[in-house]
């Protein structure tokens, strides 16, 4: 394991989340819901212990949209911040060092009833600092979109630019 972002640890996947990531169903349903074609580009997953949280951030530009799965534990909510889908991501640095890395407000989504697909390159995004006994588990899988099949996809995409919740959701197992 390997410090993370934010003071929880990362590490790589094993077998099964390499398999379920890369052997392509993920993205075929993926592209089902969003209508756009996605390939993987990365795949870890996140350890959060007592005290840990993750500081308000976007995610890395190979990273167009993101899956988040609880594999054990009790995670606190995902807040996201579609108000600030707009800020120039020096703004987003700023405003989360001004704020110890978690600004107020922000749409909370929880990821523990199914895994929650979100564009959180372009949505700031942070979790709490959390006190707890027991640790947690996030598979994190990452893809990039190659192109949209729908105009549709093109609405949901030009959603998550502006911040509009819709995109951000659960999906289905």
């Not at 592209?31 to 580009?41: L, Y």
């Amino acid at each position: 394991m390997t410090s993370g972002f934010g003071g929880f640890c990362y590490a790589d996947p094993g077998p099964a989340l390499l398999s379920w990531h890369w052997t392509g169903p993920l993205a075929r349903h993926i592209t089902e819901t969003t209508g756009a074609t996605v390939v993987p580009t990365g795949v870890v997953y996140n350890y959060h212990r007592d005290g840990d949280g993750s500081p308000l951030h976007n995610d890395p530009f190979a990273t167009e949209l993101v899956v988040l799965t609880l594999l054990d534990g009790p995670v606190e909510p995902l807040l996201l911040h579609p108000d600030l889908a707009d800020a120039p991501l020096v703004e987003v640095g700023a405003l989360s060092e001004r704020t110890g890395g978690h600004p107020t407000g922000g749409i909370p989504f929880d990821i523990r009833p199914t895994p929650l697909l979100m564009s959180g390159q372009a949505i700031p995004h942070h979790r709490h600092p959390a006190s707890r006994d027991t640790e947690v588990v996030v598979a994190a899988q990452f893809f990039g979109v190659l192109a949209s099949l729908t105009s549709g996809t093109a609405r949901w995409r030009d959603s998550a630019a502006r911040g509009v919740p819709g995109s951000a959701r659960q999906l289905s197992r």
